[in-house]
């Protein structure tokens, strides 16, 4: 499985959408946080050229946010990248939470 990674903040209805989207595809991501991290918010920016949540990565790979991705899978090609044989494990954050998205 790929690696998933979601830049987020705590109120970020986009974001919760995104992770919605990511766990009805049963896919595994790492979220970071960058209302508690700041310096993670930078990092955010130089890899994404975007100041907005969620950025959402897929192996490195900047998907964009939460409209970007559900746009990939309109098209039919967001299934391709989850289902990648990547050969790394899936990083779970532990602060994600399928009870409570943040």
Known sequence: MPKIEIYSTAMCPYCVRAKMLLQNK???WEEIRIDID???MQEMVTRSQ???VPQIFIDG???GGFDDMAALDARGELD?????NAGEAPVHSSMHSEDAPT
């Open 61 to 63: 790979f900047h998907v």
């Open 38 to 40: 700041r310096d993670r």
């Open 50 to 52: 975007r100041r907005t």
């Open 26 to 28: 049963g896919v595994s």
């Open 80 to 84: 391709p990248l989850l289902h990648s």
